[in-house]
Structure formats: C-alpha cells, structure tokens
C-alpha cells in the first residue's frame, strides 16, 4: 500500500505532467508532447498526424483525479504536426517560446 501523498511529497506540476506523458506516449500515433508551464493547471499539447488542420486549439479539460494520479487540473489539446507553432495558443498559456518538449517519438 502506497503512503498517502502530503505537500510536501506531492510532485510537482511539471513532474505529474511528465508522469501523465509517460502514458500518453504510449500511443503510437502522438509524435511530439509539449508541456506549457502553469501554476495551476498542467497543460499539453500533443502533436498527431492523424489530426486535421485546425484554426484554433481546442484543449479537452480534466479535473485533478488522485486515484489516477493526475494531482492537478489538466488541459490537453491534440494539433497536427503542420499546425504547430502556427496556430495561437489558448489564453493564458502564453507563447510558443514556453513550450517545453518533453517527448518525441524516435520515428518523428
């Protein structure tokens, strides 16, 4: 039985994000999972070749589900390849710049 997660043993944003990707990155289709750094919410944006061509990037919302061990609210959107870094981010995300890459897939 695991130890129930205090403050001061809860990962932070960024390392549940990385947890989450882990699974994510599963799917042989997703090429590329970029981290958008938050303070309150993690945030990704995965690339699928499989997607259409968008306009806008729709990210699907999740609430904090410890018995998954997503600690945070959670924010993923799936774009095209194509639609990267052309397309303008959900507000308050911030810039492309602060994408952060934490997984490629090796045949990208």
Same mark, same amino acid.
């Given at each position: 039985?695991?130890?129930?997660?205090?403050q001061?043993?809860?990962?932070?944003i960024?390392?549940?994000?990385?947890? @989450? /990707?882990?699974?994510?990155?599963?799917?042989?289709?997703?090429? %590329?999972? $970029?981290?958008?750094?938050?303070?309150?919410?993690? %945030?990704? @944006?995965?690339?699928?070749?499989?997607?259409?061509?968008?306009? %806008?990037?729709?990210?699907? $919302?999740? +609430?904090?589900?410890?018995?998954?061990? @997503? $600690?945070?609210?959670?924010?993923?959107?799936?774009?095209h390849?194509?639609?990267?870094?052309?397309?303008?981010?959900?507000? +308050?995300? +911030?810039?492309?710049?602060?994408? /952060?890459? /934490?997984?490629?897939?090796? %045949?990208?």
């Amino acid at each position: 039985m695991s130890r129930p997660l205090t403050q001061e043993t809860l990962p932070t944003i960024e390392e549940n994000a990385r947890q @989450i /990707v882990t699974l994510h990155a599963r799917d042989a289709t997703i090429e %590329r999972i $970029y981290f958008f750094p938050a303070s309150e919410e993690i %945030r990704l @944006i995965e690339t699928d070749p499989l997607m259409p061509p968008a306009e %806008r990037i729709f990210p699907f $919302y999740f +609430g904090e589900s410890p018995a998954e061990e @997503i $600690y945070y609210s959670l924010a993923i959107a799936l774009i095209h390849p194509d639609d990267l870094r052309r397309l303008p981010l959900p507000e +308050g995300w +911030g810039t492309w710049d602060d994408a /952060v890459l /934490v997984w490629e897939n090796s %045949r990208a």
